[in-house]
């Protein structure tokens, strides 16, 4: 157990290596990059709310970064036309491409691209058994984004 612990270091250690690098090449925070990796290319806005459970973080929060994200052109708000209350998020053109560079990186780029697509595919359902998230396929393995 503790090689594979001490293997999990390593790769978590490499993964945050490379992220700072691509974070650099594209003048992002991880927090920033964060909110552009969980919003979707499509047509569909997510609400403020939404976007705070997904970075498990207060809704303030998010609305600090969306208003870091928004001066950028990155992304736009608006108001749910159900309602009105709700604030929603999308994606720019500017936000999208961004966003694709960040997934066609680490498709890339990263250390899992060093895996064969098999390896990737085991290591994917080892990791979502390991936390609990089976089931869910990551940007990388859909290609509607990137």
């Known amino acids: 157990m503790y090689e594979l ?3 999990a270091f390593a790769f ?3 993964l945050r290596g490379w992220t700072a690098d691509l974070l650099a ?3 992002l925070t991880e927090a920033l990059a964060d909110v552009l990796w969980h919003l979707d290319t499509g047509d569909t806005a997510a609400s403020m709310r939404h976007l705070a459970s997904l970075l498990k973080c207060d809704p303030s929060n998010v ?3 969306v208003d870091r994200l928004e001066e950028r052109g990155l992304v736009e708000r608006q108001t749910d036309p ?3 209350r709700v ?3 999308g994606l720019t053109t500017a936000g999208v491409h961004i966003r694709n ?6 498709a890339t780029r990263s250390p899992l691209a060093r895996l064969s697509p098999a390896d990737q595919q085991r290591l994917h ?3 979502a058994a390991a936390t609990g998230v089976a089931g869910q396929q990551t940007a990388i393995e859909r290609p509607d984004h990137g």
């Open 125 to 127: 359902h080892l990791l």
């Open 25 to 27: 090449e594209l003048n």
């Open 12 to 14: 978590s250690a490499a």
């Open 82 to 84: 159900a309602d009105r």
């Open 63 to 65: 609305t600090f970064l």
């Open 101 to 106: 560079q960040i997934v066609r990186a680490a």
């Open 5 to 7: 612990i001490e293997q």
């Open 87 to 89: 604030k929603l998020v």
